[in-house]
């Protein structure tokens, strides 16, 4: 009996969490915050979200606009705060996912391939994440120098992970039911970054009324589609579980 108990006590979960449930609460977050965000700034702050370079009209407010309050910047740095753990997370989930599919590849060119774009896309990840924590507590109004070439470094990092992400995809999991969705949304973030530098420019250089709201409405569409992309994580893991516990040794892990 005692052999048992042993035995028992070496293999022993303490948590385990549904991945699925992990990644909606992950995109959740900063959902919910930004439309919080929205709300109240634009009831009780229009002086404040609507002030542009120009000092043209204006009549929708940008992210950094909204989030760049007080007391909204507080709640939006908390909430990114609590989604960039399980970004991190996630982003080494699908490296592992990957890896082990493309380790069973035998066409060797098809394989080396698989592997420089998932170490590219997995990097890529981890410098959005990067740049994102830089665009939320580096505020516009704080140093506007600084948050801007940041922005510009997660779009760009944005955007090409996206790119590289549908690529990888077509290679190693072309059937995907998510693939479709991740194609559909990185050309919808390409079309509204086109509109958001047009609009931009307009802005800054020309001072058009309600340039800076075509911005901003470009801008909120690019942020929905890099939270549906990250989403997506949801199809492609829909019944794994998150496990800590010991005696996992037990599992084959390649």
Same mark, same amino acid.
């Given at each position: 009996?005692? !052999?048992?108990?042993?035995? *028992?006590?070496?293999? /022993? $979960?303490?948590?385990? !969490? ?37 000092? !043209?009209?204006? !009549?929708?407010?940008?992210? /950094? ?18 989604? $960039?753990?399980? *970004? ?12 082990? $599919?493309?380790? /069973? ?10 592997? *420089? ?49 549908? *690529? ?53 569409? $690019? ?32």
């Amino acid at each position: 009996m005692e !052999v048992k108990n042993d035995e *028992r006590s070496k293999s /022993s $979960i303490y948590l385990m !969490v549904p991945f699925r449930k992990l990644c909606m609460v992950t995109v959740s977050i900063p959902l919910a915050t930004l439309l919080f965000c929205f709300v109240t700034a634009y009831i009780y702050q229009q002086d404040d979200i609507h002030e542009t370079h120009c000092r !043209v009209y204006n !009549v929708l407010p940008s992210i /950094s606009a909204i989030t760049g309050v007080s007391p909204q910047r507080y709640l939006w740095r908390v909430s990114i705060a609590l989604h $960039i753990g399980p *970004r991190l997370l996630i982003a080494s989930v699908y490296y592992s996912f990957y890896h082990k $599919i493309l380790k /069973s590849f035998e066409d060797m060119p098809k394989r080396l391939q698989g592997f *420089r774009l998932l170490n590219l896309s997995y990097w890529l990840n981890i410098a959005e994440v990067g740049a994102l924590c830089g665009v939320t507590y580096i505020s516009n109004k704080e140093n506007y120098a600084v948050h801007e070439k940041t922005f510009i470094v997660f779009m760009i990092s944005s955007l090409t992970h996206m790119l590289v992400a549908v *690529r990888l995809g077509r290679l190693v999991t072309p059937n995907a039911q998510s693939l479709q969705y991740k194609q559909a949304l990185f050309t919808t973030s390409m079309i509204s970054t086109v509109g958001l530098i047009i609009f931009f420019l307009k802005h800054r250089l020309l001072c058009h009324d309600l340039a800076f709201s075509w911005f901003s409405l470009c801008e909120y569409v $690019i942020a929905s589609a890099n939270m549906a992309f990250h989403a997506t994580v949801m199809l492609d893991f829909p019944v794994d579980q998150l496990v800590v516990g010991n005696g996992l040794h037990l599992l084959k892990v390649d």
